[in-house]
Every structure is written in structure tokens, then in C-alpha cells.
């Protein structure tokens, strides 16, 4: 088995064009995992493989490649930087221990990486940051670490210092070593000199250099007790120390340089190896209750030796079938082995089993925790399903995906393509838990739902070259939301009689607005039988499913509270389905009543 101290599981974080693919980029070609690079702007990047990607000169989907660095293996996750595409990047921070924050060197903290550090922060993965770009007019590094400290309420560790900048960016100080580190004009990342630093800079890096060694010294009481006394930690300490901090999220250690250029990239490779976490160096994943979705406090812990639990974090069709992306968490995976899929209670064969490297693939015959790997032809698994050892059946912790914002209506320019266009469609859905379909009950027609206007083209564009299906487009449509205002205290009798046994239900209940985003919540106060438990689910069913349909334009209701305080039953007539629609006809009564109120999606916007 591999050595799980040698594993750094990261993804590589950053707002649209920030320099994040080509920082992949260059981290593939030094470490020996491509010969030659390839330019986002030329449409020819390794992790952007997608026509769209190639064409547009952005990330859409997520790529994950393995390589290594200093016998470390590195299985690094590409993500996009567009506001459309979030849902890639938090899905793929569920599985990481460890990321690369880029920051563009002129543009500093924009708004998408200002999302991207609080979902790493919600995720507790640590991160190191890379200030990119210091070739480009107007940049500047110092800004851009005091807008980390500012903007994100971030603590960074300056680790190097820029020499020069813009057009005369030539290299970096190494504040652990107090080197200066100059690459030559060939553009070559191997072609770079460590010398003494500039004397203009000596000053500076001894100052940031203090400033480094008094934050580290702070992770370790004894050291920074003979530091206080004059002691100079050695290097090993400081790393030691840096390693714990990082760890522990108290600072981020920052560095800079240029990806385009291939300046300052190894330095940025070296700490990932020394200060991000291994796999065993994280708080294992909870597991959770399949029913209810609360921790029940038992945790994967991350060994080869425990029983094997898995994450489902991506889905993917391509020209070889469908992939199944997932990170094991623990135990052993090997060909031909039968995993429980905890969400649906069935059971699969483990077929083929490959390392993914963007659009390539290499067989493997067996993975363990710490792994990141695709499985080929899995059936029924879903984005966020836990997949285990039958033996020893459990659920990680779930992911919550955001709801769209936006939609359009859409229909095959071929009157004979609706199935063809319903099962690339079924597809689509299947890899981004973010897209959403539906079908008009009044006009029939295809609603597709997304993140943004982006999000949309690019699955219509999918949907035309992969999958042959031309579409008619409408107008997109904002994707709004309904809500209440006011408590109200109401009654409401379901009663029908037409020979026989007939229906009745009656219950007296309270609405009133939950708190923002709580979704729906439904009580019972009750007191007696005046009505039966047996018909509370029932009771609480009609209601939730009203939920989907507003009364003042349609739209989803959001945040209503329920409270069932009493009510009345008929013994022959009453039954369940009597009280699901009394719930049902309550609801239309009285939402007009609680100040049904419209909602638009709201954004921070950076002007």
C-alpha cells in the first residue's frame, strides 16, 4: 500500500482568468506529467479539453489529473472560475484536503474568489495562496495581500517577495532561505539562478522575513519562548511550525511569481508538499443518517485497514461511457469487488477502474483511501452517494447544491427529436447536480434551469455538437421565488359525500414565515385525538407539496412555517388521503391571507 504521509489531495481555486489552468498548466510540465504545455489562450491546455472550454479560453467543468513532486503524489483538481460554473468548485472542495488559491496580480481579490474562499473555508480545506501575474501592467503584490487581509478576513504568510514587476519581473526572494531565486529570458521554468539578494531588497526581505518567523514561532510555545530570548528557529522548526499553522487554517502561506512566464511555480509545488495535509492529517468525513441527514458521530476514519467508504462527487458521459468520479475515504477498492450505494440500497460490481488525466485514462486494478479514481459504467449512482463495503453500510456527510436562477423553454428544431432531446438532456442532468429540467403542465414545454445565462449556452451548444440535438431557444426567464410575510390562524374542513363512505377532514392550523433559507417546517401541538397521529404525515405531505407552486405567479414557495393545533375526524369517513387534501386546500386558502410576497434572486455585485 501507498504511504498516506505522501499524498496531498488539492484543488486549484481562482475568479476567471486569474491565471489558475495555466498555473495547472505548469505544474504538469514540471512535474514530468506533460512535455509540452499548452495555452489557454490557443485553446490547447491540458485540463480544458472540452470544445467549449478550448473555444471560449475558460474552465467549465472540473479536471482531475495525478502527478508527483519530491515522491509525493499530487492528485490535483482543476476548477472554473466563472460565477456559473460555482457548484464544480464546491462539489470538488467535498473531496479535498488542501488547494491553491490564485489570485490575479493586477486584479487581486475578485468577487468569484471571494466565493470560492468562504466555500474553503465552510469545507476546512486548507490552502496556500499563489499571487499570479506580477508580469502584466498594474501589478502589484503588496496590494493584493492586503485585500487577502482586508476583503477575506484572511491571515496570508508572505513566503516570497516579487524582484522587480510587470514587464521587469525577473524573480523571487525565498523568505525561508533568504535566497533570491532569478529565472533567465528563455521562458524555460528549469532555466533560474539562486543568488544573494538585491542589496534594494535586503532590507525588505529582512523585515517580512521577522514577520514570517514571529507568526510561525506562535504554533509552538517552547520555540517561540526561545525566540522571545534570542534563539533563531532552525529551518526545520519553522517548516514544522508553518506545516501546523497552515494546517490549522491560522495563516496562508502566500506566494508570487508569473505561470505564464514559469516563474515562481516550483517554490509554490515545494509547499504543497511541506505544509498542506495528507489525507490522515484532516478531520475525517461524519458519517450521517440516511433518513434524517444528521451526523450520528461515528466518522470514516482515513486507513486501508477500516471498511471501504467512498464518495460519489462527479459524474461524467464521455465517448468511453459513463465515468463516476469518487474519493475514498477509507479502505480498499479493488476490480471485480461488489459496493453498497447507501442512498438507493443496491449494489454494484466494480467493472473498470481508471486514473483520470483530463480526457485520458489509465487502467487500474485496485485504489485505497486517499485515492481520487473514476469508475466506468456504474448504473444508478448519483452525484453525492456514498458508496461502502455491503458489510458495513453508512452515509458520508451530503452535498447541497444551489437552486437555479434562471431558465429558458426550448424545444427540437426536428419534431421527431423529443426523446432523442430527453435522454442527452437526462444526461446533462446526471453530471451537474446544478441544471435542472422540467416540463411546462400548462404549454408543455422542456424548461431547462441553470446558474446563469453562460451555464444555459453552454448546454444548449452541448446539447447540439455532442448529442446532434438543435434546439429553438426562448427568452431566458429570472427564476423567481414566493414567500409570506404575516402569521396567520386558520381553519379548514375537507367534506365530501357522494354514497358510501365518503372523505372528511378537518384541520385548525397556524402559518407563519420561517427564518430565511429553512425551507419548509411542519409541527404538531395537538393535544387529545381530535386527530389522529396516523394522519400527521399525511397532513404534512399535503402541505410540502404545495410547496412547488405558489398562489401568486406559480413559482416555489420558500421559508413557511406550519403549526397543526387541532382539528376533527370522522371515524368511517376520515382517512389519509382525506386530511392530504384538506393540507392541500388550507395551504390555497391561506397563503393569500399571510402576504404572499414575490422574490427575486439577489447577487453581490463589485462595481
Not at 479536471?63 to 456559473?84: E, L, Q, S, Y
Not at 506562535?218 to 525566540?227: F, K, N, P
Given at each position: 500500500m501507498a504511504d498516506l504521509s505522501h499524498y496531498r489531495n488539492i484543488g486549484i481555486f481562482a475568479h476567471v482568468d486569474?491565471?489558475?489552468?495555466?498555473?495547472?498548466?505548469?505544474?504538469?510540465?514540471?512535474?514530468?506529467?506533460?512535455?509540452?504545455?499548452?495555452?489557454?489562450?490557443?485553446?490547447?491546455?491540458?485540463?480544458?479539453?472540452?470544445?467549449?472550454?478550448?473555444?471560449?479560453?475558460?474552465?467549465?467543468?472540473?479536471?482531475?489529473?495525478?502527478?508527483?513532486?519530491?515522491?509525493?503524489?499530487?492528485?490535483?483538481?482543476?476548477?472554473?472560475?466563472?460565477?456559473?460554473?460555482?457548484?464544480?468548485?464546491?462539489?470538488?472542495l467535498k473531496v479535498l484536503d488542501g488547494g491553491i488559491g490564485v489570485f490575479c496580480g493586477s486584479g487581486g481579490v475578485e468577487p468569484q474568489s471571494e466565493t470560492n474562499w468562504r466555500y474553503a473555508n465552510e469545507s476546512e480545506v486548507a490552502r496556500v495562496i499563489f499571487v499570479n501575474k506580477l508580469d502584466r501592467m498594474g501589478a502589484d503584490f503588496y496590494r493584493v495581500v492586503g485585500q487577502v487581509k482586508r476583503v477575506l478576513a484572511a491571515n496570508p504568510l508572505v513566503m516570497t517577495l516579487p524582484i522587480g514587476i510587470e514587464d521587469e519581473f525577473k524573480g523571487v526572494v525565498n523568505l525561508l532561505d533568504m535566497k533570491a531565486y532569478i529565472w533567465d529570458d528563455s521562458g524555460l521554468p528549469e532555466n533560474y539562478e539562486v543568488v544573494d539578494i538585491p542589496?534594494?531588497?535586503?532590507?525588505?526581505?529582512?523585515?517580512?522575513?521577522?514577520?514570517l518567523v514571529e507568526?510561525?514561532?506562535?504554533?509552538?510555545?517552547?520555540?517561540?519562548?526561545?525566540?522571545?530570548?534570542?534563539?533563531?528557529?532552525?529551518?526545520?522548526?519553522?517548516k514544522r511550525c508553518i506545516r501546523k499553522g497552515t494546517r490549522d487554517m491560522s495563516f496562508f502561506p502566500t506566494y508570487c511569481g508569473s505561470a505564464f512566464k514559469n516563474k515562481g511555480i516550483q517554490l509554490v509545488l515545494d509547499a504543497v508538499v511541506d505544509f498542506l495535509p495528507s489525507p490522515t492529517e484532516?478531520?475525517?468525513?461524519?458519517?450521517?443518517?440516511?433518513?434524517?441527514?444528521?451526523?450520528?458521530?461515528?466518522?470514516?476514519?482515513?486507513?486501508?485497514?477500516?471498511?471501504?467508504?467512498?464518495?460519489?462527487?462527479?459524474?461524467?458521459?464521455?465517448?468511453?461511457?459513463?465515468?463516476?468520479?469518487?474519493?475514498?475515504?477509507?479502505?480498499?477498492?479493488?476490480?471485480?469487488?461488489?459496493?453498497?450505494?447507501?442512498?438507493?440500497?443496491?449494489?454494484?460490481?466494480?467493472?473498470?477502474?481508471?486514473?483520470?488525466?483530463?480526457?485520458?485514462?489509465?487502467?487500474?486494478q485496485s485504489a485505497q483511501a486517499g485515492d481520487i479514481l473514476a469508475v466506468v459504467g456504474m448504473k444508478n449512482v448519483q452525484t453525492g452517494h456514498t458508496l461502502c463495503d455491503p458489510k458495513n453500510p453508512c452515509t458520508l456527510e451530503p452535498?447541497?447544491?444551489?437552486?437555479?436562477?434562471?431558465?429558458?423553454?426550448?424545444?427540437?428544431?426536428?419534431?421527431?427529436?423529443?426523446?432523442?432531446?430527453?435522454?442527452?438532456?437526462?444526461?446533462?442532468?446526471?453530471?451537474?447536480?446544478?441544471?435542472?429540467?422540467?416540463?411546462?403542465?400548462?404549454?408543455?414545454?422542456?424548461?431547462l434551469k441553470g446558474m446563469g445565462e453562460l451555464h444555459l449556452d453552454i448546454k444548449v451548444d452541448i446539447l447540439k455538437r455532442t448529442y446532434g440535438v438543435e434546439l429553438e431557444v426562448g427568452q431566458p426567464q429570472v427564476a423567481y421565488r414566493e414567500t409570506i410575510t404575516t402569521p396567520v390562524e386558520d381553519s379548514y374542513t375537507h367534506k365530501k359525500q357522494s354514497g358510501g363512505s365518503g372523505q372528511f377532514?378537518?384541520?385548525?392550523?397556524?402559518?407563519?414565515?420561517?427564518?430565511?433559507?429553512?425551507?419548509?417546517?411542519?409541527?404538531?401541538?395537538?393535544?387529545?385525538?381530535?386527530?389522529?397521529?396516523?394522519?400527521?404525515?399525511a397532513i404534512e405531505k399535503g402541505f410540502k407539496s404545495m410547496m412547488d407552486q405558489g398562489v401568486l405567479a406559480g413559482y416555489p414557495v420558500l421559508d413557511v412555517e406550519v403549526e397543526l393545533?387541532?382539528?376533527?375526524?370522522?371515524?368511517?369517513?376520515?382517512?389519509?388521503?382525506?386530511?392530504?387534501?384538506?393540507?392541500?386546500?388550507?395551504?390555497?386558502?391561506s397563503i393569500p391571507k399571510a402576504g404572499a410576497q414575490l422574490l427575486e434572486p439577489i447577487m453581490k455585485v463589485d462595481v
Open positions: 486569474a491565471g489558475k489552468t495555466t498555473t495547472t498548466e505548469r505544474i504538469l510540465k514540471l512535474t514530468g506529467k506533460i512535455h509540452k504545455t499548452g495555452e489557454v489562450h490557443d485553446g490547447e491546455s491540458t485540463t480544458d479539453f472540452m470544445e467549449q472550454e478550448a473555444e471560449r479560453g475558460i474552465t467549465i467543468q472540473s479536471a482531475a489529473t495525478t502527478c508527483f513532486w519530491k515522491d509525493h503524489r499530487m492528485n490535483i483538481i482543476d476548477t472554473p472560475g466563472h460565477v456559473d460554473f460555482t457548484v464544480e468548485v464546491y462539489r470538488s542589496e534594494d531588497m535586503v532590507e525588505k526581505a529582512q523585515e517580512y522575513r521577522e514577520q507568526t510561525a514561532v506562535e504554533q509552538d510555545d517552547d520555540l517561540m519562548m526561545a525566540y522571545m530570548d534570542g534563539e533563531e528557529p532552525s529551518l526545520e522548526d519553522l484532516v478531520d475525517p468525513q461524519e458519517l450521517t443518517d440516511e433518513e434524517t441527514g444528521e451526523p450520528t458521530g461515528e466518522v470514516a476514519t482515513v486507513s486501508t485497514e477500516e471498511p471501504f467508504r467512498a464518495l460519489a462527487f462527479k459524474i461524467m458521459d464521455d465517448r468511453f461511457g459513463a465515468l463516476t468520479f469518487i474519493r475514498i475515504y477509507s479502505g480498499v477498492l479493488n476490480k471485480g469487488d461488489t459496493v453498497l450505494n447507501s442512498a438507493t440500497g443496491k449494489t454494484e460490481r466494480i467493472g473498470r477502474m481508471v486514473e483520470m488525466h483530463a480526457d485520458e485514462r489509465t487502467e487500474l452535498m447541497i447544491f444551489p437552486e437555479p436562477v434562471i431558465s429558458i423553454a426550448v424545444k427540437p428544431k426536428d419534431k421527431g427529436a423529443n426523446e432523442k432531446m430527453s435522454i442527452a438532456i437526462g444526461k446533462l442532468v446526471a453530471e451537474d447536480p446544478s441544471f435542472q429540467v422540467e416540463t411546462d403542465e400548462d404549454s408543455g414545454e422542456t424548461i377532514g378537518k384541520i385548525d392550523y397556524r402559518i407563519k414565515p420561517g427564518e430565511q433559507n429553512s425551507g419548509f417546517k411542519f409541527t404538531s401541538t395537538v393535544v387529545g385525538g381530535n386527530v389522529p397521529k396516523e394522519f400527521f404525515p393545533f387541532d382539528g376533527g375526524f370522522h371515524a368511517v369517513d376520515s382517512s389519509a388521503i382525506a386530511f392530504e387534501i384538506a393540507a392541500k386546500g388550507a395551504f390555497r386558502q
